[in-house]
């Protein structure tokens, strides 16, 4: 039997899925709801004092990343700048060449852009687009050498995420980069373009888009304290992007739509406070969560680390484990009646368990990926919260390991679902 805590805890470790709005953020953001609500396209008081909120927003934001105010197009969330960054690339510069470079453990927010590029008809009739996809190591890093091999005179786009949300690795974008600006030199050309999405690593990496050599960057609000539904594309200057969004000609004709003052003034501060902090926040959380590792490895047999060691190769507050024997949706639904959230590596539906698409790029088999749980560390944990946690999680685990198939010599999963 399960032990039952006598008072539930409410314990969050799922800051890589979303993060609560900081009480500093919340406060710059609330007089723009009700007070200033000016559009920032209108020409009367109001109007203007929102359209300079905004060109204030830009430049905070501007000088963190060493751009201008100009290179920065708000939107409505890492989702939808990754798609601006793929689908405008490809659409402006289809002419140039077919052929785009990622790698296998990107977002979904990209690779499904990518994989709707690859079909016939863009528009209808004409020859879609080759995605080359370049595999990563068992800890999902990618070898900036078979990057920059794999361009070839009709590559338009390498789009390579930052840090990877389900495993915390840190991909060498500064490497890759340069890889690019070589061959770009080499071939007289400006192609190919580089676009990184960094939304996992905006709170703890630097961002200066000069050191990374990126044209084309991804953040958002919800992973950085800020409010959900709006984020920002860096866009260097000279690079043509085409909108997927047609309207009213706002964000310099790139993305219509009234912007989201409220929004932007939230996502301005907390990436603000983001930089400022990561460098204190990192060396934190990354304590918790070695301390967390050495925990469940001094408690619990039969487990894995997915992803590269702790250190400076992974983000600091992931930290991403495979339970051998345990589906890892009980896992989390059993966590969850002891008031503990945190996330899965494989998607249950009633047909079938999908595992993660990250952690079988490693090469992970089948039953590795279906039994891992991501813990992803945040600013009001502490040790008490993991404490908590290992209280319950090794008998939690043994519990199930008991009712397991494995264990109960059958090959179905049907309890679990």
């Known amino acids: 039997m399960l032990p039952k805590p006598k008072k539930v805890q409410e314990v969050y470790l799922d800051h890589a899925a979303t993060t609560y709005v900081s009480l500093e953020v919340f406060k710059v953001m609330k007089p723009y709801f009700t007070e200033h609500y000016g559009n920032p396209s209108s020409l009367y008081r109001l109007g203007r004092q929102a359209n300079q909120t905004l060109l204030e927003s830009r430049k905070i934001i501007a000088g963190l990343i060493h751009a201008q105010p100009g290179n920065i197009i708000f939107t409505g969330g890492g989702t939808e700048s990754d798609n601006l960054a793929i689908y405008g690339i490809a659409r402006a510069h289809e ?36 995605i080359t996809y370049i595999k990563v190591d068992k800890n999902g890093l990618v070898n900036p050498a078979e990057v920059a091999k794999a361009i070839r005179p009709d590559t338009v786009l390498i789009t390579i995420m930052y840090a990877n949300n389900e495993i915390g690795v840190v991909e060498p974008i500064a490497e890759i980069g340069r890889e690019i600006l070589k061959y770009r030199k080499t071939h007289n050309t400006t192609y190919p373009y580089f676009h990184t999405d ?137 966590l969850d009646e002891y008031g503990i959230m945190c996330s899965t590596g494989s998607a249950c539906t009633s047909e079938s368990l999908e595992p993660s698409h990250v952690l079988r790029a490693l090469g992970l088999p089948y039953e590795y990926a279906h039994g891992s749980l991501r813990f992803s560390l945040g600013k009001v944990n502490t040790k008490a919260d993991l404490d908590y946690l290992m209280k319950y999680l090794p008998e939690i685990i043994k519990v199930l390991r008991e009712m397991s198939p494995v264990n109960l010599g059958t090959k179905k999963h049907a309890q679990y679902k």
């Open 198 to 334: 960094a939304c996992q690593a905006a709170g703890y990496l630097d961002l200066d888009v000069e050191k990374l050599h990126v044209d084309l960057m991804t953040v958002n609000g919800s992973k950085i304290y800020g409010p959900k539904g709006v984020g920002f594309l860096y866009l260097r200057n000279g690079v043509k992007i085409k909108p997927i969004i047609l309207g009213g000609g706002q964000e310099r004709n790139l993305r219509s739509g009234t912007e989201n003052v409220a929004g932007i003034v939230g996502l301005a501060k907390a990436f603000e406070l983001a930089q400022k902090n990561r460098v204190k926040e990192s060396d934190r959380v990354q304590k918790l969560a070695q301390y967390l590792w050495q925990q469940i490895e001094a408690k619990i047999p039969k487990i894995k680390l997915n992803g590269p060691e702790i250190g400076e190769g992974r983000l600091p507050n992931n930290l991403n484990v495979t339970f051998m024997d345990v589906e890892g949706e009980a896992l989390l639904l059993y």
């Open 95 to 130: 002419q140039k060449g077919k052929h785009i470079i990622s790698i296998g453990i990107e977002h979904h927010a990209v690779l499904h852009p990518l994989e709707d590029l690859k079909k016939a008809g863009l528009p209808a009739g004409r020859q879609g687009f080759e």
